[in-house]
């Protein structure tokens, strides 16, 4: 969760990466820079040597958290929450973002606005004041910045991007006292806020801010109370933090959002102002009946019962019918993982591959998307979700985009958990079982986008060897490793997986077993030097789990 940023942010230690060695595999490594210009990336993952703000154009991918991508003007631009190893980014605006033209390579640009705007504030002050309670001097205001989300969207001819963003308040409620233990009061911490700027010169950080959207919301009353602060029956419903940002095939515009709290609420907005359609009214009712009709109904919840619960995070966009949501599962150091489900209509009901009901909290959901993971002889990664979910601009490709962390300890370094790398990875849309080719689901790759030029076809042939094979199931807070699979000539496998296994060229589906993974051509990034290779990704609906598998040699 967002409140542990402050002790995990912090240090500037360097630290060393264990790479590992395989053979090389068709294509063969001489062949990487003879088409298209295509190179191999050679930025290091850990960035510990060029941490420092005076190096920032030196980043890359480095320092990204909870990002969203829009293309604009030739560009896509990335924006996410104020987060750096050693906290470098202080004092030098908020939101701050990358932009790339091929996904691979991204240079540093400026965010929308250096200090809070001075309606957050002054919204605060004025719900506390309704509330009974005094103002909190501006000075004393905690403020985080966290989760933007960014579309391009066209307004009256005009192509725009629109923002949306989240300031969370850490002061609490009853005394106004920053949020320490030392201060606790005996109430729950102030709310969230969702604000919104427009930019048409995002490259010269130029936006127009647009004011409150909508803000932490309670069907308690004015009921803040809390026993301790081991006490997580939480105040607010619904937490006004990580939006995502919807206009549907018709034309709609949705604002959704939520966190760790009571579940997402769905907000429907005015086309051209970006502002809700309904009047939102006080932040807070005497029941969820009268809260939801004002501050937007449920439409996902990983626990129905629980106010305190470990999902946040949506990502939504349309594909063939349906809408995809995506989410984050669990807290955000190691055990951030990503879950998807889907509806036919935006406000649901949202299900699983099982059929498991999302919008009425039936349960942990499947397919797992990303889950901490590890391929042989590297320290691999964790903490990989709060994804953004976009389509590369004219083509069919998508493709998922969030932070990466290195495991705590890497190398002896207490703050390894702080690298914040970059991962842009493919999306291949899977078979939920054999009997089922057209019912697809989104898996992300197993290894980072590099731009790998098309080769050719990829033959039966040239999947007979050794792979690495990882089950990517829910293990919390736990890596899942990887162990060897062989893929024989005569359409037997052994190791991991153990039966026959078939190829079909057209499709690209890969059968191992009863379960159908899509195959593709990624890089190796854990390899010295890096490498192409033959990747799978996919599940099967009763699996519980992902497939992702790597070629050796």
């Not at 406000?347 to 349960?363: L, M, Q």
């Not at 990034?525 to 609906?541: L, M, N, Q």
Request: some cysteine; hydrophobic content about 35%; aromatic content about 14%.
């Amino acid at each position: 969760m967002k409140q542990v940023y402050s002790l995990i942010l912090t240090g500037l230690i360097i630290l060393s990466m264990v790479r590992c060695n395989d053979d090389a595999i068709e294509p063969k490594e001489e062949d990487n820079d003879t088409i298209s210009g295509f190179s191999i990336p050679t930025y290091a993952d850990d960035y510990s040597s060029i941490s420092s703000w005076t190096d920032r154009n030196k980043w890359n991918l480095a320092n990204v958290h909870d990002p969203s991508v829009a293309y604009y003007s030739g560009y896509y631009y990335m924006y996410g929450t104020d987060a750096s190893y050693g906290n470098v980014h202080e004092g030098h605006g908020h939101f701050q973002g990358k932009r790339s033209t091929d996904l691979v390579n991204w240079d540093w640009v400026g965010g929308p606005f250096y200090e809070a705007p001075s309606w957050v504030a002054d919204s605060l002050n004025a719900i506390r004041s309704r509330m009974g309670l005094g103002a909190i001097a501006e000075d004393n205001i905690i403020y985080g910045y966290w989760a933007p989300v960014v579309r391009r969207i066209n307004v009256g001819g005009q192509d725009i991007l629109r923002m949306y963003y989240s300031i969370v308040i850490d002061n609490y409620i009853k005394t106004g006292k920053a949020n320490t233990s030392a201060n606790f009061d005996g109430s729950w911490t102030e709310r969230a806020f969702i604000g919104m700027c427009e930019s048409i010169d995002p490259a010269g950080a130029i936006w127009t801010d647009k004011g409150f959207i909508t803000c932490s919301s309670s069907d308690r009353g004015t009921n803040y109370s809390r026993s301790s602060l081991s006490n997580w029956d939480a105040y607010f419903y619904y937490n006004a933090i990580d939006p995502t940002y919807i206009v549907t095939p018709e034309g709609n515009h949705y604002l959704i959002h939520g966190s760790w709290h009571s579940g997402f609420a769905f907000l429907e907005l005015n086309a051209t102002t970006g502002k809700p359609v309904n009047t939102l009214g006080e932040p807070y009712a005497t029941s969820v009946g009268e809260l939801t009709t004002r501050y937007g109904v449920r439409i996902g919840t990983r626990t129905a019962s629980s106010r305190w619960q470990g999902s946040e995070a949506p990502e939504i966009i349309y594909k063939d019918g349906y809408y995809y949501l995506f989410m984050a599962y669990d807290g955000l150091d190691i055990p951030y993982n990503t879950r998807v489900v889907r509806s036919e209509n935006i406000e649901g009901p949202y299900y699983d591959i099982t059929g498991r009901n999302f919008t009425n909290g039936r349960g942990d959901c499947y397919p797992i998307v990303t889950h901490p993971y590890k391929f042989n002889l590297s320290y691999g990664w964790v903490g990989i979700s709060h994804c953004c979910i976009f389509q590369k601009e004219n083509t069919n490709e998508w493709f998922y985009m969030s932070q990466g962390r290195l495991p705590v300890n890497v190398g002896g370094n207490a703050y390894s958990n702080a690298i914040m790398m970059g991962h842009v990875r493919r999306i291949v849309w899977c078979p939920a079982s054999l009997s089922e080719p057209d019912n697809l689901w989104p898996i992300a790759l197993p290894e980072r986008y590099a731009g790998v030029p098309d080769y050719g076809t990829i033959t039966q042939d040239s999947l007979v060897g050794t792979w690495e094979h990882i089950n990517l199931a829910y293990n919390y807070g736990q890596q899942d490793g990887a162990t060897t699979l062989t893929l024989k000539a005569d359409g037997t496998m052994t190791g991991a997986l153990t039966g026959s296994w078939s190829y079909d060229e057209t499709t690209k589906y890969l059968t191992l077993g009863n379960v159908v993974v899509c195959v593709e051509r990624e890089v190796d990034w854990e390899a010295t030097p890096r490498r192409v290779t033959f990747v799978y990704a996919g599940t099967e609906k009763n699996l519980n789990a992902t497939y992702w598998g790597k070629m050796k040699k």
